[in-house]
């Protein structure tokens, strides 16, 4: 059994992006830049946005947190992001979610410029992602694909299962892994709550892609002896000891003993996520997708 340690995996991808900044620069152009919208004071919400931050400046990019307050109207921000869409110092913009219930998420993120969307989220994104068109991937599905791909997984003609059929994770990675692609060529199953057998069905994938969000969903009876499991899951419980610790949608110690790769919880998809968004936002500086 191999651990897939995508913390390693992406403080690699992240020398290699500052490596390519540093070249951006010598040419003599300026830094990409991200730019994040952060509205109302969700504490989750503000983590990400200065985790996102910190990896901007890490391997070299520019960032700009443009914070609102609850209060704020759904016309007022569309205006701002107007403004930032129309801002050529400005590579990629997201909108961190969720968003206050007087503004609409949709309204919101299909005024962001497709050029600009490095969340991977407008319909013009997913749509050149379902055709297998270069586009910004969301970050997630990307950074599975990418763990699958450094570890040099094999994924031809192998069945892969994946629990969960969010926009934002399960279909996007079964989509993404059932294209003519490598790492890709499965034939997937997406399972969800109405699923029957999900059992029956996860005890005959050769990969299991697990992003239900339900703690340590996924015991040993449901996973085939060298299957390769992937958990997307975070949750946080409180242990015995009244302490809190994160958890995936795996059982993973009882799990773990039976596959040939596993990822953890932390440590595995979660780093990577983190990655794609930095990938997208260079991919928008050096116009690879869009002129
Ligand atoms: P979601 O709630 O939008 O979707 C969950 C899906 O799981 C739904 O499609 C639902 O049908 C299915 N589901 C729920 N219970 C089920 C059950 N008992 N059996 C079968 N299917 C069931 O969640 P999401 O946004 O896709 O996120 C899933 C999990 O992944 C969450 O724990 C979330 O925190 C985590 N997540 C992690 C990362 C990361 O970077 N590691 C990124 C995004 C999401």
């Given at each position: 059994?191999?651990?897939?340690?995508?913390?390693q995996i992406a403080g690699e991808i992240k020398l290699e992006i500052a490596n390519e900044?540093?070249?951006?620069?010598?040419?003599?152009?300026?830094?990409?830049?991200?730019?994040?919208?952060?509205?109302?004071?969700?504490?989750?919400?503000?983590?990400?946005?200065?985790?996102?931050?910190?990896?901007?400046?890490?391997?070299?990019?520019?960032?700009?947190?443009?914070?609102?307050?609850?209060?704020?109207?759904?016309?007022?921000l569309i205006e701002k992001i107007r403004e930032i869409n129309a801002d050529d110092s400005i590579d990629g913009l997201i909108?961190?979610?969720p968003l206050p219930k007087h503004i609409s998420e949709n309204n919101v993120l299909l005024t962001i410029d497709y050029k600009k969307d490095v969340?991977?989220?407008?319909?013009?994104?997913?749509?050149?992602?379902?055709l297998g068109l270069p586009t910004y991937v969301s970050a997630t599905p990307d950074g599975?694909?990418?763990?699958?791909?450094?570890?040099?997984?094999?994924?031809?003609?192998?069945?892969?299962?994946?629990?969960?059929r969010s926009n934002i994770v399960g279909r996007p990675v079964a989509n993404l892994l059932s294209q003519r692609t490598a790492p890709g060529d499965c034939t997937?199953?997406?399972?969800?709550?109405?699923?029957?057998?999900?059992?029956?069905i996860c005890a005959n994938a050769d990969i299991i892609i697990a992003a239900l969000g339900v703690a340590e969903f996924l015991k040993a009876d449901m996973v085939k002896d060298g299957a390769v499991v992937i958990d997307v899951g975070i949750t946080r419980i409180k242990t015995e000891s009244g302490k809190y610790k994160l958890v995936g949608d795996v059982k993973f110690d009882e799990v773990a003993p039976k596959c040939s790769y596993i990822t953890p919880v932390p440590r595995g998809v979660?780093?990577?996520t983190r990655i794609s968004l930095l990938k997208n936002t260079l991919k928008a500086a050096k116009k690879?997708?869009?002129?």
């Open positions: 059994m191999q651990i897939i340690d995508g913390k900044v540093k070249e951006i620069i010598a040419k003599g152009h300026r830094a990409p830049c991200l730019a994040a919208i952060l509205v109302g004071n969700d504490p989750a919400s503000e983590t990400y946005v200065n985790s996102k931050e910190k990896d901007c400046h890490e391997v070299g990019f520019t960032s700009k947190i443009y914070r609102f307050g609850e209060q704020i109207t759904e016309n007022e909108v961190q979610l969340d991977g989220f407008h319909p013009q994104n997913v749509g050149r992602m379902m599975i694909v990418e763990l699958l791909a450094r570890y040099n997984i094999e994924t031809s003609g192998k069945n892969c299962v994946v629990i969960g997937v199953t997406i399972c969800h709550s109405r699923t029957k057998n999900l059992k029956e979660g780093p990577m690879e997708i869009y002129q």
